[in-house]
């Protein structure tokens, strides 16, 4: 069952969308923690704040008939994020090249090699690893689902953004907060692209949980594929 009210109401919903991904923001800043400490630490915190302040209870359940368009997409965007760097785009040097300089930041130049790779197992252990794979798909996906689709794409429709209609679609503003979300990654026209996706996809269905299944889907397929390849550039 979905939860309305007035102005308290409003504020309870606006923290428990706000605050999980603001706090996964604040604590990437944490300088004393190693990478892969630092992501476990995110996700057992950020894990808490959903259970605790519950941002689904604004939302009914997954619809069934809703789940293949959310699989498909989600298998869309993890397309949509790994081909322009597999071995189909290696063997197009050109258009591989100008990916790499012009599609993934910073701009201008091809993305220097990482100097290591700190969720690979040789270098902070199988658990951590397998702590960030989980991380990626079981809580910062509906974490940003919540925050990006869930509340500010409506709230840029208006400040009483429980009241939006979540079928309500405002190309503008749906581009606008996939570019800024795009812009959260490296790789900021994939992200853009899968805002798009993900954005269209609560939009026909207004089925958040679908949006959040699907981006699910995105990070466990690509973290998947990182952990069997080896791809680690990827996280």
């Known amino acids: 069952m979905t939860e309305h009210g007035g102005p308290t109401e409003l504020g309870k919903a606006t923290l ?14 944490l300088p004393a923690l190693a990478p892969a400490w630092n992501y476990a630490l995110r996700t057992a915190a950020c894990l808490a704040l959903l259970a605790w302040l519950r941002p689904g209870r604004w939302y009914g359940p ?3 008939g809703h789940v293949p368009a959310a699989l498909l997409a989600g298998l869309g965007v993890f397309a949509l994020w790994v081909l322009p760097e597999s071995g189909w785009a290696l063997r197009h040097p050109a258009l591989h090249e100008a990916y790499l300089r012009w599609a993934v930041l910073p701009f201008g130049r091809p993305p220097a090699p990482p100097a290591s790779f700190p969720y690979a197992p040789e270098a902070c252990g199988w658990p951590l690893t397998l702590v960030r794979l989980a991380g990626s798909a079981l809580v ?14 409506r709230w840029m429709l208006a400040k009483d953004f429980l009241r939006v209609d979540p079928g309500k679609l405002s190309w503008g503003w749906l581009l606008a907060v996939s570019a800024v979300f795009g812009f959260e990654h490296d790789r900021w026209l994939a992200g853009i692209l899968a805002g798009l996706v993900y954005g269209l996809l609560f939009i026909r269905t207004r089925d958040l949980r ?8 995105t990070n466990l397929l690509l973290g998947g594929y990182v ?9």
Do not use: D, K, N, Q
């Open 16 to 29: 428990a969308h706000v605050a999980p991904f603001a706090a996964w923001l604040a604590l990437m800043a």
């Open 62 to 64: 997954l619809g069934a």
């Open 140 to 153: 910062i996906a509906p974490i940003e689902e919540f925050f990006w689709r869930g509340f500010a794409y």
């Open 210 to 217: 679908a949006a959040c299944l699907a981006h699910l889907v």
């Open 227 to 235: 952990v069997m390849t080896g791809t680690w550039g990827f996280w």
